[in-house]
């Protein structure tokens, strides 16, 4: 089977750093994503990892460790639009495989 | 500007009725995918097609059926809608070949069966 756990709900303040993370036990690994979901919006491609290590993108980073089956996205300088809920999702195998997501991550940015 | 376009946003049907779901996009891409999103469930898939007209099934396909006649646009079909198939359906597609494969993501179909 698989599994994709990701906390329910965050909250942090305006400026701050916030760490969301994602631990996954899936058959095979080809890849973890991560997407941002406004609340009533399609969701939104934020990052791929599929080597280990860190990948950043201005003010998000993506981090992620196969042999823990493990990931997190870091948001730096959180502003008021970054409420939404993040979600993780892995492809277990070939490139054309489904993702599978987890439930996603509601974050509340406050001033 | 690439794009998945759904059929419509907000539909209410009553049980038993026959739902389609149209999905168009733009951008040739070989994979399409159908989810269901719910509260505290998150995105579950329900079916999805590799091409034109092939079809695979997902994690929870039973109540639904698809079609694929046409590479941009991929169908979801309720036979008879009932009100545990209220929730949001959401349409999305990827590339074949290399690169990350993301998916692009329609706006949703919020679907309220009564």
């Known amino acids: 089977g698989q599994n994709i756990d990701q906390p329910t709900e965050m909250t942090a303040t305006e400026g701050a750093i916030v760490q969301i993370n994602c631990t996954y036990q899936t058959s095979g690994f080809n890849g973890l994503f991560w997407y941002q979901q406004h609340a009533g919006e399609a969701p939104t491609f934020l990052s791929y990892n599929v080597l280990d290590g860190l990948e950043e993108k201005g003010r998000f980073s993506s981090f992620l460790s196969r042999s823990k089956g493990y990931s997190y996205l870091l948001l730096k300088e959180l502003q008021m639009k970054d409420s939404a809920s993040y979600l993780c999702?892995?492809?277990?195998?070939?490139?054309?495989?489904?993702?599978?997501f987890g439930k996603g991550t509601r974050l509340s940015v406050i001033a | 500007d690439v794009k998945v376009t759904q059929s419509s946003r907000y539909l209410v049907k009553r049980t038993g009725e026959k739902v389609f779901l149209e999905c168009v996009q733009d951008m040739d891409h070989e994979n399409m995918f159908w989810y269901r999103q719910d509260p505290g469930l998150g995105l579950r898939l329900i079916y999805f097609s590799y091409d034109v007209k092939m079809k695979e099934k997902g994690d929870i396909p039973e109540g639904y059926s698809v079609s694929r006649e046409k590479k941009e646009r991929f169908s979801l079909i309720l036979e008879s809608a009932s009100t545990n198939q209220t929730s949001m359906y959401l349409c999305a597609s990827s590339p074949s070949g290399g690169g990350s494969g993301e998916l692009f993501f329609g706006e949703g179909s919020r679907l309220t069966v009564l």
């Open positions: 999702a892995v492809r277990s195998l070939g490139g054309n495989t489904p993702l599978v």
